[in-house]
């Protein structure tokens, strides 16, 4: 039984339909799949941005937007860097089923579509998006037509008959849906697809013309036919009707995406501290003992070799201190007992991973001057106040850096942590020495730019 609607309702719609932005030219149709995989990829590419570091979110929303305006070679493109993403996404991969129906290709369609609906209950939901963004009845005509040749002539697979039903829903054809697939002898996850399908109660009428279904024919090589000879099923004289409910939002235009370009390969400098705290060892740790300190530090980086500059400063505190009488040890909590000390260092670094790295471990040698406070107790009696001096020292460093560099917005936050010792040569005026090193740990923050 032919559907039809008034002629006088069909003119006015076919006035509006011409008015708006005409399709682009659709493929040759013969049937099957109009174009192999490699070649509907060289075909999407060509009309691909040249920005492709967009979200998934962002490749879906302006898929959705070129689909609208009947670009569907640009959408499937967007649906397939989405689904690149998201994998195995049910609500990407119905829209890239979409696109891959209005482009001819039933067979990736009928896939994309099985795979999303048995993996879930609610992705046969996404229907009313695939509804929403038809614009261009004609070729949703064209292309039904096509499929629907492949199921009668026997030539459709078991998922390009689900892919057929999913269609009839989605033009507002419940009943007609599951005629077509309760007449499916399928297993597992096609069963599962077409049992969803068949199910689907719309909210909506039907709101385009399409012909009433084929008689199925299971999907077996045996029974395979050429679509040019054996099949008679075809609509050719379509109506449009126009959708029920509320008329569909306009078109929007595609969201003006503003991504600032990956440049941390070339960002140079890095400005940043460490603040922890040290153990000293050797005979520097017999008479002081270490504070916490503050390094600054400004590195220059052109690739994995670093240099940089620092400096350091540190609060020490008196253990003890030899006495000129008898060299008889006394404890320095009879003086006034808080020191400081501060560092001018040379480092180079060398980093294992490159700068877009998450982890960014670096290995650090240098060369540090050392300048300390002391307290000189020679000549003076046990409870005089001492004389405070400041001796010099120097010595190598050796350090490990774990950075976690984070982009932010043009420059990177560095979090990281650091380990270093550094050995102490130094010796007073009198010739005695306290050589020693300290062990620091300390906590890394810092922006590269």
Known sequence: ??????????????????????????????????????????????????????????????????????????????????????????????????ARFATGQFGGAGADLTQAIASSPTAIQEIHNVRDM?????????????????????????????LFG???????YPGDARKVLEQLDARGREATAAKRVAEFEPDYAAWIDLPEPPEVKQPKQSRRKSSTGGGGWMHHEYRFRAPSGPPPPSIPPPPKVIRFPDNRDKRLFTLGFDIGGGYA??????????????????????????????????????????????????????????????????????HFLPKK??????????YDAHFIQLVDMRGRRFQEHPTELFVRGHGPKAAADFNFPIPFIMTDFVLGLST???????????????????????IRLGFRF
């Not at 037509?145 to 030539?155: A, F, I």
């Not at 790295?357 to 240098?366: C, I, K, N, Q, T």
């Open 357 to 366: 790295s998450v982890f960014d471990p670096a290995l650090r040698l240098g």
């Open 281 to 350: 060892t050797g005979k520097l740790g017999r008479y002081l003992r270490a504070g916490p300190f503050t390094r600054f530090f400004f590195a220059f980086l052109p690739g994995r070799f670093e240099a940089d500059l620092s400096f350091a400063f540190r609060g020490l505190d008196a253990r003890d201190y030899i006495s000129a009488a008898g060299n008889k040890l006394v404890p320095f909590a009879f003086v006034n007992d808080n020191f400081f000390g501060f560092s001018l260092g040379v480092d180079g670094a060398y």
């Open 166 to 172: 999913f269609y009839y829903q989605v033009g507002g």
């Open 134 to 162: 038809w614009r261009d009845f004609e070729t949703y005509q064209r292309r039904f037509d096509e499929l629907g040749l492949r199921v009668n002539n026997g030539e459709a697979s078991m998922q390009e008959i689900i």
């Open 1 to 98: 039984m032919q559907r039809s609607i008034p002629a006088l309702t069909a003119i006015l719609i076919l006035i509006a339909g011409a008015a708006a932005a005409k399709p682009p030219a659709p493929a040759a149709a013969t049937g099957t799949e109009t174009a192999s995989p490699a070649a509907g990829a060289t075909s999407a590419a060509s009309t691909a941005p040249a920005d492709i570091s967009l979200t998934a979110e962002e490749h879906l929303s302006l898929g959705a937007a070129a689909f609208r305006v009947n670009d569907f070679d640009k959408a499937l493109w967007h649906f397939e860097e989405a689904n690149k993403q998201y994998r195995n996404y049910p609500p990407a991969l119905i829209l890239r089923a979409n």
């Open 420 to 442: 270093s010792y550094s050995v102490f040569i130094v010796q007073d005026e009198a010739g005695r020495n306290f050589d020693g090193g300290i062990l620091d740990v300390a």
